[in-house]
């Protein structure tokens, strides 16, 4: 069995075959019972469609993907108060370029711009206070989604807006907490994984805590995990081990990465401005305590509260299935608007607008298969 000399080497050698032949060997050696493990990240989907490794696993190993793309999960009804937001003649509205193309039932962002709203695409979210000071006629909006890896993030913006008592300056936020979704999954036995492949930058900042309550409650292993090939087949090695045994539990497999406690100072300025929530998932709906909203001590930058924004419509019926792709339900080829009506040029879905969602990772690596 792989020891603490063999983790070591992991760490030092990412990609090499050698490592990868030894781990696809002790998978299979460990594997004694069909497995859907899924993995809750964008990066992580990507990898393992770009370096074909589930095609190395056992036949039985299925990697199913689920809703870690923050782009994707985003639901309509938000996006559309993104777009009414953009269309206030006093309003300058600021957004990550990948929020550009998402659709709303009311179109998009994108469409907004070239209708004249003042929307601007950002790299850095601190360029925020920026545009806010040399627009104090103006409002300025942040569009701040994510998982707990940018909610720190957008807590030291807004640790920032406070110092200089920026007046003009408010967020919408679509943040949300992949240990809740996971739980909501797993009451579904069309969509419950038989184990997990925690996103390992989520773990760098909320620690292995929570998903060890996770891994507990809903008895499956899990492994907080990387992105490099050999990262992801020794979660999945650790993954298939513990299934094996029975182990209910949470492992660090990314240990150059991860500390067990998360990073404490992200922690505390998270909770200083932030508090769980309730929150609406784009394919999924409602799902309690999933997300994180602004305390109520600053909802004078909550842009829901200052703009009286009403939540609409929450999805349009299309015949994407991204719902059920996002849930581990369905693959992408499974959709009749995969590959023909929704491509990354024209896309359908948000799972194929974002470069980190699923349909995109298939459209991009598996389409001459």
């Known amino acids: 069995m792989p020891g603490r000399r063999w983790q070591m080497s992991i760490d030092r050698r990412f990609r090499d075959a050698d490592t990868q032949r030894m781990l696809v060997q002790a998978i299979a050696a460990e594997y004694t019972r069909p497995l859907r493990i ?3 990240c964008g990066g992580q989907t990507h990898a393992l469609s770009r370096y074909r490794l589930e095609e190395l696993l056992p036949s039985g190993i299925e990697m199913v993907h689920g809703p870690g793309c923050p782009v994707c999960v985003t639901p ?3 996006v559309d108060q993104a777009v009414e937001l953009a269309y206030r003649p006093d309003t300058i509205f600021c957004t990550f370029g990948d929020m550009m193309r998402v659709p709303g039932n009311a179109g998009s962002l994108l469409l907004a711009k070239s209708r004249g709203a003042d929307v601007r695409m950002l790299y850095a979210p601190f360029d925020t206070l920026r545009i806010a000071e040399e627009n104090p006629s ?3 909006v942040f569009f701040a989604i994510g998982f707990e890896t940018t909610a720190p993030v957008y807590a030291l913006l807004m640790n920032e807006v406070c110092r200089r008592r920026l007046k003009n300056f408010s967020l919408l936020t679509a943040l ?17 994984p038989d184990a997990l492949l925690a996103a390992g930058h989520v773990c760098a900042v909320t620690g292995l805590s929570d998903y060890d309550r996770l891994a507990e409650t809903i008895r499956i292993p899990v492994a907080a995990t990387g992105f490099e090939p050999v990262d992801l087949l020794y979660g999945i090695y650790r993954v298939v081990s513990m299934a094996r045994r029975g182990d209910f539990r949470a492992v660090n497999a990314y240990r150059r990465v991860v500390h067990p406690s998360g990073n404490k100072p992200a922690q505390a300025a998270v909770i200083q401005f932030f508090e769980p929530s309730g929150a609406r998932w784009r394919g999924l709906g ?3 305590e999933s997300g994180l909203r602004l305390r109520r001590e600053y909802e004078q930058y909550d842009a829901v509260d200052r703009f009286h924004l009403t939540v609409g419509q929450t999805e349009t019926h299309t015949p994407c299935r991204s719902g059920e792709i996002m849930r581990g339900m369905v693959a992408p080829p499974d959709c009749l608007c995969f590959g023909a009506e929704c491509t990354p040029d024209h896309p359908v ?3 194929m607008v974002s470069s980190e969602g699923v349909c995109a990772a298939y459209y991009r690596y598996h389409q001459k298969i």
């Open 176 to 192: 949300f907490t992949l240990p809740s979704v996971i739980g909501w999954l797993a009451a579904d036995p069309a969509a419950r």
């Open 76 to 78: 309509a009804s938000v």
């Open 38 to 40: 899924m993995e809750v």
């Open 138 to 140: 103006k409002e300025v």
């Open 349 to 351: 879905g948000p799972s």
């Open 286 to 288: 409602y799902i309690a």
